[in-house]
């Protein structure tokens, strides 16, 4: 939350226009204040018919969530918070990808404009972008289809961008990575608007990589190396219990495999350990 008695002055969204200058001319951006939850929002708008990258964003969400339901706690004008809506040209039993696809824009925006802090960017699977070990980024990617198609997809994105260390929120369990912000790990603010436009622009080029077999192998090719889960020990929680092994690699549709001395599974869902050295 802010200080007693500090103000921040509403982000003006359209500069995030000004920044894609006519790249994506689907985008529209739908901005308020304060929202409940951009992704409720969103859901309720792609319901209702609104097009494919329909982008809604706030300054403060008052109900904000992420994966398995947990909430999502901003400060108003300091962190970068959007849903977009996705209509995906894509079989309904890849739709775990786009998940990928947003932590890997997001990774690389970070890499792009803060080359100093690069090497310390990686995604823990399936999509949380890490700096240095730490929380910087969380993403909550939701369907809706018939049969085997998608009718639309919702991606959730939280990045926190300008909050200082004592803003941040504190651990709520000892096995998830602690928080940091773009401000924290690089000394620098941001603006908000330009980080949405990057993002989005590299959401709009990699949403293109999933949509063809050859293509869903280029874009798992890339994206391992970024995960900083592959290689790593780990222990994957699910609601049927653990399990524990070497995270080795990704499929064609996204599932993490892991291995152990005894068997080899693969999993669609589950909250990520990663064994602390």
Partial sequence: MLRPNEKYEPTDWSETMKFLSGTLPEITINSEPEMSSTQTVAKDAARNGRPRWSVYVTDFQSAGRGRRDRSWQSVPGRDLTFSV?????????????????????????????????????SIKWPNDVLIGGRKVCGIICEISGRDAAIDYAVLGIGVNVNRTLDELPRLDSPDRPNATSLLVESGRRFGLPSLLGGILTELSGMSGLITTDENRRLFIAEYEPNCGTIGKRVKIVTDDGGFEGTASGITRDGALIVRNEAEERVFYVGDVVHARL
């Avoid at 079989?91 to 090497?119: H, N």
């Fill in 85 to 121: 809506i996705l209509r995906p040209d894509v079989e309904a039993k890849y739709a775990q990808l786009l998940g990928l696809v947003a932590s890997l824009s997001v990774s690389r925006t970070i890499r792009r404009i803060s080359r100093d802090i690069a090497d310390e960017v």
